[in-house]
């Protein structure tokens, strides 16, 4: 320690003015590209569901009278299988049970010029007391 006590840092060291420490970089996997993925309306990718269980009414959401729809964004993958799912709306007390039942939902891949390709789309869940 040098005669300041403030660890070798100088007088801008001791009164806060050094450079703080740089953090250390954590690498993540980077999203597929946008170029990579097809944008296709919600119709469309409706009619390629193969398999997905229905949600969940929730009982509070029920009791409470509380019905509509969640839209949720996808991006669906290559082999059908959701890659990745957020709420765009919806009511909040329905949007757990979108998600939770979505999340599993399998899709026939979608081709494009002959080929399987990752989709960016969005699915609507709707609740209704009918159903």
């Not at 001791?14 to 953090?23: E, M, N, Y």
């Not at 946008?34 to 029920?62: E, F, M």
């Not at 390709?117 to 699915?123: G, K, L, R, S």
């Amino acid at each position: 320690m040098n005669s300041l006590g403030n660890g070798g840092l100088g007088a801008a060291g001791a009164i806060g003015l050094a450079a703080a420490p740089v953090p250390a970089v954590v690498k993540v996997a980077p999203p597929p590209p946008k170029a990579a993925l097809a944008h296709v309306s919600s119709g469309v990718i409706a009619g390629n569901k193969l398999a997905g269980s229905t949600p969940v009414y929730p009982p509070i959401a029920k009791a409470a009278h509380v019905s509509g729809a969640v839209v949720l964004h996808a991006v669906i993958s290559k082999t059908g299988s959701i890659q990745s799912l957020s709420v765009v709306s919806g009511p909040e007390m329905l949007r757990g049970s979108a998600v939770a039942a979505v999340q599993d939902w399998r899709y026939r891949p979608y081709l494009l010029n002959g080929e399987p390709t990752a989709v960016d789309t969005t699915i609507t869940v709707n609740f209704s007391f009918g159903s």
